[in-house]
């Protein structure tokens, strides 16, 4: 939940300008959400921020809905209304939550993620930074290797382009900020590091700086609270700039701290909080749980698999793999009862691929709140993800391993079996 705003003129003469201050409630575990109370404004201090906001929140609780966190952009008054509403961003005593009055209920604080990175982009190309060992971390390199790319006439596999480096005009729009701290731009940069190209000599701390986007929650923490203005100037959290540094420091703490209150607990409603591209995303655990009923659906669909594909694979090994002799009651049952003869039994490691594309489908359709899904979602997007899965998972067909290292790696019999499960199911 949190306030939005928008800048508007109430007649033509604009003799009356106007701040639209909006409130969205936006649900965690449902993919919704409303706008609940908007106000024209004409300024607003912290003060006056921190009471619409508890108005708002006491409004929604009457009705039994909980607010578990609140998400608003990097503004000073922001940042003030949460510090009056007990919140503390002093890094020696930060606590990035706080209780709605007469309640004990914590409600944490997330500094929205979009805005952040813009902030921190404009920081790094304006002024640089230096990390805790006193290395420079430089937006210089991000021209050179656009520099380099534009007069190569080839790009290392990135979307950096003269729109990204000269941003200025087009400075609100996250997919550019986004594009530039990217791992693919950290990966060129390496690649020209390693061909020792003298205008990328010492860019190993600019590549860490993007790369730390990326790292887990704790290291890049621990990273940002320690990043410097200059080798003897102010850490960047209590600096001028504060505001995209102390923004992300403050939105892991409550990120951890959320997990905690709604993952941790027993009983609770929820098993993710999954971070996408920055963004949160909540799951609800009944989307993601293969439930005894499903698993022996999935498995029963998986012998229709199996049928077809023993039908088309050639390589008597391989088919081996996809069927048991014997029924096993855990996976099985569903296929026992129906078979009068005829239907195979699925083996473990098809039926478990099954299980994943079944996984991956769910999410989709929680992702695009549609029982129909959008053209994105097509066979190649759940075969990048299914197979992106199961390279990581190397005990898939481990019975087969043998049998690939007769093969060469382009013709791996196990990610053909993958792909041919997860197309025909
Ligand atoms: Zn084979």
Redesign the pocket.
């Given at each position: 939940m949190g306030p939005e705003y928008c800048k508007g003129g109430l007649d033509t003469n604009e003799k009356f300008h106007f701040i639209l201050c909006e409130f969205l409630l936006t649900c965690i575990n449902q993919n919704w959400k409303i706008p609940i109370a908007y106000y024209f404004i004409k300024g607003i201090n912290a003060e006056e921020k921190k009471n619409l906001l508890l108005n708002c929140i006491s409004a929604v609780h009457q009705y039994n809905i909980k607010v578990v966190a609140v998400t608003f952009d990097g503004l000073k008054t922001n940042f003030r209304m949460a510090c009056l509403l007990g919140a503390n961003f002093n890094i020696n005593s930060f606590q990035t939550w706080f209780h709605l009055p007469n309640t004990s209920d914590k409600i944490f604080i997330f500094l929205d993620p979009s805005h952040l990175i813009k902030i921190i982009r404009n920081v790094f190309e304006k002024k640089g930074m230096m990390n805790a060992m006193d290395n420079i971390i430089s937006w210089q390199y991000i021209k050179e290797l656009h520099l380099l790319q534009e007069q190569e006439g080839l790009h290392i596999a990135n979307k950096l382009r003269s729109i990204h480096v000269n941003f200025f005009k087009q400075k609100m729009k996250v997919r550019l900020a986004a594009q530039t701290l990217s791992k693919s731009v950290t990966d060129a940069m390496q690649f020209c590091n390693t061909l020792k190209l003298p205008q990328f000599e010492g860019c190993d701390a600019t590549i860490y700086f993007i790369h730390i986007m990326y790292a887990k929650l704790n290291e890049c923490f621990k990273y940002i609270c320690n990043l410097k203005e200059s080798r003897h100037g102010k850490l960047l959290i209590n600096s001028p700039k504060k505001a995209g540094f102390l923004g992300f420091c403050i939105s892991i703490k409550s990120l951890m701290g959320l997990y905690d209150m709604l993952c941790e607990e027993p009983n609770s409603s929820l098993q993710y909080i999954i971070q996408i591209n920055n963004i949160a995303l909540y799951c609800d655990k009944n989307s993601q749980i293969i439930t005894r009923f499903s698993r022996s659906i999935v498995s029963y669909i998986a012998g229709f698999v199996v049928h077809f594909l023993t039908k088309k694979i050639n390589?008597t090994?391989?088919v081996e793999a996809l069927t048991e002799l014997q029924p096993n009651f855990d996976h099985h049952d569903l296929i026992s009862i129906k078979n009068k003869g005829g239907l195979l039994y699925p083996s473990k490691d098809v039926i478990f691929i099954c299980e994943i594309c079944e996984k991956c489908i769910r999410l989709a359709i929680m992702e695009s709140n549609s029982p129909v899904l959008p053209p994105k979602y097509n066979v190649h997007f759940f075969l990048t993800k299914i197979l992106s899965y199961f390279i990581e998972n190397h005990t898939i067909f481990s019975k087969l391993n043998k049998?690939t290292l007769e093969q060469i790696g382009i013709d791996n019999?196990i990610i053909h079996l993958i792909r041919a499960i997860a197309t025909k199911i």
């Open positions: 390589c090994q391989c049998h019999h």
